[in-house]
């Protein structure tokens, strides 16, 4: 991590103040209530943790508060029976999350009526605590009165470990960091098309048959299975980890939809027409449903009976999203049924089965919770309406007295990227800013006053098909995750988005100090030239602009490819660009730490002539679905991302120097086309091939220009998965813009642009 060693070299070896007034305080989220007083006190390595005699929960917070500072600011604070920081119980705080924190100079008071309570304020002052330069020196912190309570009950999480399979292990950090920002919710979506995750014992084949699926192929020969489940043994620790650290774990089984990988299993026993479809690996909607008959409700019944063994928390979600129906349709068993229930729609069907489930996980004290389709079939008000497909569902829910918890689309999508710099990981091209996600507000325009108590919170959801390790969810999901912290609890009225920022930057050292992969996308430097690259080339010395999404430090940079330092220029104006420079550039705090791993404008040669897909093209036609996908599902790591449009395999590479250099090699990658797009597929775009496999036709001038190449595709079969094409543009006045486009038939894989690359005549 270079930004550790300006840090490290800069850090003074004396406490700071933590500043008194709430704006600056180290906190995330902010607290509702924060009153500075005068004086402070000094906490030092061996200070004592006092909790009262015999009460379990005081304890648990004492020694979470121990272990939390002791990786955030290397202290050690030990639990004892007397010491300057104390936990109380005080029946008079209002509320189980509620808690009262008190430093005065002789002493550091957290007081709460619940469990939970105390937790909070443990990791409010851990906060207090932390960091500073000071890694393992005395802190002092100012006195203060905090009298804290969260906005929202349901402040969460989505982890889907069914599309890309997370071992148990990593979900213990996100527990503790989630912990450490007072989020209580951790959602797991543990049954999908492509794995079922959780051991049902009655139902073996479920995780034996459904845990596992062959990853697609571009071509060639399938890899071996990939996969997982967990056993209810590890979900019961896990379960109990997080519950002592205030947080519930809320499992999801989908259906009756996104059923594929039970029907894969147990097609007999819940499949709809009896065929054993392989389980899934088509991203999106796959027509595999669960059958609503009595044998198939009697089985999901049992599986829910089960789950309630394992997940203790109030809420169970079964699913319901995206059950396209036609397999219903087409079933004389499923038609008879709704025949003799009366029913008239398979919405009206879907309705029954999931009004079934919620009679029966009440009789066992539990409550349903399911995606907002659920509100399609008449499902009675006590169910749980989790919103995601726009919010015009959830206003409507919450006024007809469903609760409803938010997570809408794109705002809390954690998958969508966070930045359009060539370096943001795959994930959905839907810009989701981590300024995007802080100023979402769960409670709707046109939700009533009455009905605001309905709107229980809002999570995050960080969908897995194309973030496909732990560290790459951890990307997604952090620091976004703050933001969601901040608005699900902190008052309506103290959102502010510069304090936010400033409280982010510690935050972002915690995040490094916990091992967690938070991505520092926001505090990146991007860079935007005002001209085109040739211009540069042409010796007019565009204006190249630098910024970052937040504003925050004071951007220094290099021009001869070293990296920038605190001493380094300081930014104040766009830079005129000179060929053969590199720009290097990152934003840095007042005390003289990195605020984001420096990033780099290349106007050497080779780059001024490159266009590469992930950062210089657009889609063709513009605005379609676009996806930012690894060469290979499942890929981890850094390897090389793609951009795809997957309605239409067109893209541009936008002004090209075609008058400086005509020469050029095309890189092309070809990856799986695996994706369900169900009722979708009416959009897809083929062109016409010409060619056994297709072909890839380049143009100048835009997509309808001239044909300057065409170049047939190789077997996807027998050729590797990158290959390139070389050839010559004719010669143009200026910059010209180039359309690729593949005319491969549908039923082969995509193919995409990796670069092209110009290169000047020998
Ligand atoms: C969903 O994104 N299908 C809930």
């Not at 121990?66 to 600011?73: F, G």
């Not at 098309?193 to 959780?198: E, I, L, N, S, T």
């Not at 915690?510 to 505090?523: H, L, N, S, V, W």
Request: glycine share 8%; aromatic share 8%.
């Amino acid at each position: 991590m270079k930004h550790r060693l300006t840090w490290a070299a800069l850090a003074a070896a004396t406490a700071i103040v933590a500043p008194a007034s709430a704006q600056t305080a180290p906190l995330l989220p902010l607290p509702a209530q924060m009153t500075p007083a005068s004086g402070s006190i000094t906490i030092a390595n061996g200070a004592g943790i006092a909790a009262p005699a015999a009460d379990q929960g005081a304890a648990t917070a004492a020694r979470l508060l121990a272990d939390r500072v002791k990786v955030d600011r290397g202290l050690t604070l030990t639990p004892a029976t007397t010491g300057p920081i104390r936990f109380v119980r005080d029946a008079a705080i209002a509320g189980d999350e509620a808690y009262r924190l008190t430093v005065t100079p002789r002493a550091i008071t957290i007081a709460a009526s619940g469990d939970r309570g105390l937790i909070w304020g443990a990791m409010t002052l851990a906060q207090l605590l932390s960091p500073d330069t000071a890694f393992g020196k005395p802190v002092r912190v100012a006195a203060t009165t905090i009298n804290d309570a969260p906005r929202f009950r349901w402040r969460g999480l989505m982890v889907d470990v069914t599309r890309s399979f997370q071992p148990i292990d990593t979900l213990y950090p996100v527990i503790d960091t989630m912990a450490a920002q007072k989020l209580n919710t951790l959602h797991m979506h543990l049954s999908d098309d492509q794995g079922w995750r959780v051991e049902i014992k009655r139902y073996p084949k479920l995780t034996e048959i459904g845990g596992f699926r062959v990853p697609p192929i571009a071509g060639g020969q399938p890899g071996p299975k990939v996969g997982g489940f967990y056993t209810q043994d590890e979900l019961r620790k896990l379960v109990a980890y997080a519950a002592e650290r205030g947080i519930t774990i809320v499992p999801e089984i989908d259906m009756p939809g996104h059923a594929q990988a039970a029907v894969a299993a147990y097609p007999e026993e819940v499949g709809v027409l009896g065929d054993r479809p392989p389980v899934g690996h088509d991203w999106g909607v796959n027509p595999w449903l669960f059958s609503p008959s009595p044998r198939s409700m009697t089985f999901i019944k049992n599986v829910l009976d089960e789950l309630i063994d394992i997940f203790p928390g109030q809420f169970i979600h079964v699913g319901g999203d995206e059950a396209i129906k036609d397999q219903w349709q087409r079933s004389p068993e499923v038609q008879a049924q709704m025949k003799a229930l009366g029913l008239k729609t398979e919405n009206q069907m879907q309705g029954w089965m999931i009004s079934e489930l919620g009679k029966h996980l009440a009789s066992k004290g539990r409550r349903l919770i399911g995606w907002d389709e659920i509100l399609e079939g008449d499902v009675p008000t006590s169910a749980t309406v989790m919103s995601w497909r726009g919010e015009a569902g959830a206003v409507e829910a919450a006024n007809k007295g469903h609760d409803v918890v938010m997570s809408p689309a794109p705002n809390l999508y954690l998958d969508n990227i966070q930045s359009t710099a060539g370096d943001e990981p795959p994930g959905r091209i839907g810009l989701q800013t981590l300024e995007m996600v802080y100023g979402y507000e769960p409670v709707r325009p046109g939700v009533t006053a009455e009905a605001a108590a309905h709107v229980l919170g809002a999570q995050g959801n960080a969908w897995s098909e194309y973030l496909a390790t732990a560290k790459q969810k951890e990307h997604a999901t952090f620091p976004r995750l703050s933001a969601i912290a901040e608005f699900t609890w902190s008052p309506r009225d103290k959102r502010d988005w510069k304090g936010f920022v400033e409280r982010l930057q510690p935050q972002m050292l915690r995040y490094e100090r916990q091992g967690i992969a938070a991505a520092d996308a926001a505090f990146a430097v991007t860079y935007a030239l005002d001209g085109s690259k040739g211009d540069v080339l042409r010796g007019k010395a565009p204006k190249l602009a630098l910024t970052t999404q937040t504003g925050a430090g004071t951007i220094r940079y290099t021009t001869d490819g070293s990296q920038p330092t605190a001493r380094s220029r300081a930014y104040a104006a766009p830079i005129a660009v000179k060929p053969g420079q590199t720009i290097t550039a990152a934003a840095f705090a007042s005390d003289g730490h990195a605020l984001a791993r420096p990033r780099a404008f290349d106007a050497t040669r080779p780059a001024l002539l490159r266009a590469t897909g992930t950062a210089d093209m657009v889609a063709c036609p513009k605005g379609a679905l676009g996806l930012r996908v690894p060469l290979v599902s499942g890929q981890s790591g850094d390897a090389p991302a793609y951009n795809v449009n997957i309605f239409d395999t067109c893209t541009q590479a936008q002004k090209m120097p075609l008058d400086v250099a005509q020469a050029f090699t095309v890189t092309v990658a070809r990856l799986p086309r695996h994706y369900g797009l169900a009722h979708d597929y009416k959009a897809l775009r083929e062109h016409f091939a010409v060619t056994e496999h297709g072909e890839l036709v380049m143009r100048t001038g835009g997509c309808d220009g001239t044909i300057a190449a065409t170049f047939p595709l190789p077997d996807p079969d027998t050729a590797p998965n990158r290959f390139s094409f070389t050839g010559t543009f004719a010669k143009q006045p200026g910059d010209a813009d180039v359309c690729l486009q593949f005319t491969s038939p549908l039923s082969d894989p995509f193919y995409t642009v990796d670069t092209l690359q110009l290169e000047s005549a020998k």
